[in-house]
DNA sequence: CTCCATGCAAACTATTTGCACACGT
DNA sequence: ACGTGTGCAAATAGTTTGCATGGAG
């Protein structure tokens, strides 16, 4: 699925695993299609309302864990306690900069490559998705602080 | 601080950092220090009543967030919702076992690689002490599930 | 003796659940 | 029509905060 996917294309996704096309799911996977930000179950809620009629939080919550166990949805916890929410696509991952908060997204290579090493070692089968390091960006490093 | 560490040594290392020895700081500092396991506001609660007079949930939550900002403690959080607390030593990572929910711990050098790496990349400054990953432990991965 | 830390109770926030009704197929 | 999804309201869980009292230095 790609940047503001049409509603059509959502609708197959959701058919082709069984799953109801319902106005809450469509309207969650279209917000969601535009840019792959992750967002708060708070600012779904809000950003549907720019376009669609609101859907209850309950809906959202039930719906996000839906999405979730057909592989469609990812969630990531960044620290503050609101879980965060993404279309599921590549494997990537990111960097908070603890100040000034801007989030920095890796592609997947070097932590394959750990993930690797780790089987090799200890014999684990790491799953990392999305993971969320902290530290600094480019520019603030610089800057030291 | 050593596993199971005096209360003279405890009182020590908060006196250095210009903070009182109360007893709720003695008692969590004490709690933690027996064994490095990552321990819940809750479980820290019920620790502490084996041992000492009770200390109340919210005095918990102070105490551990001084203790953090004072560099005695980390908090990491395990995905439910409740913040999980370790004294704070050497840099460690964790996967924890989406089968058996059992917890792996390894040491940094892998990750201080990667960090490195991603700096030379990415001009990013890594601050990680102590990552949670999850996946399959050597167990679970050799039955394969 | 002076503050900082603690206990208690109430407030808050994100999330979950029960139930009756509405919608998708 | 049938079964699943949704809205609404109430419940829950973890955590935070205000305020008066108690303990550490």
Redesign the pocket.
Known sequence: MDVATSVAAI?AV??QRG?????????VLQILSEGHRHR???ELRSDVLTRY??????????????LELHGLVV?MELG?????WALLTHDHHHLICRNCESVVEFDDELFHRLAGELTRRYGVQVEMHHLVLRGLCATCALTDS
Chains 1, 2 share one sequence.
């Open positions: 609708r959701l058919r799953l109801q096309a319902t106005s809450a799911r469509i309207a708060s179950v708070d009629p609101a859907i209850d939080p309950a809906t959202i919550y039930r719906t996000l864990e839906t969630r503050d306690k609101r879980t965060r």
